[in-house]
């Protein structure tokens, strides 16, 4: 399994941008499927996007479609995620997770390596 450590949250206005990093310790980063989940409080944790291994396949969330982009850098064994046009329903706890090989789930207990998350709080 990899360690993974967010970073990047904070409070922020309507509209602004924000981009959380996960740094993963580890050799097999790069055979990792990655991913971005969020918790907002009194709710389950809910899929934001994924990435394969490769990088080239993402998957979003369709409430964060175009307004959000995942991306990695394996050789800095980072994952991500730039954040647009923040609204105050984007108010969560981020977390990001790895799971080994190629996958296309958007099911957070599919993933077996958690960090342990950073809050972004967009303020109206």
């Known amino acids: 399994q990899v360690q993974l450590v967010e970073s990047g949250g904070g409070l922020v206005q309507a509209g602004d941008s924000l981009t959380l990093s996960c740094a993963a310790s580890?050799?097999?980063?790069?055979?990792?499927?990655m991913g971005w989940f969020r918790q907002a409080p009194g709710k389950e944790r809910e899929f934001v996007a994924t990435i394969v291994p490769s990088g080239g396949i993402t998957y979003y969330a369709n409430s964060v479609k175009g307004r959000f982009t995942i991306s990695r850098d394996n050789t800095k064994n980072t994952v991500y995620l730039r954040m647009n046009s923040l609204k105050r329903e984007d108010t969560a706890v981020y977390y990001c997770?790895?799971?080994?090989?190629?996958?296309?789930?958007?099911?957070?207990?599919?993933?077996?390596?958690w960090g342990q998350g950073t809050q972004v709080t967009v303020s109206s």
């Open positions: 580890g050799r097999t980063f790069s055979s990792y499927t």
């Open positions: 997770a790895g799971k080994t090989g190629y996958s296309s789930t958007l099911y957070p207990g599919h993933f077996g390596s």
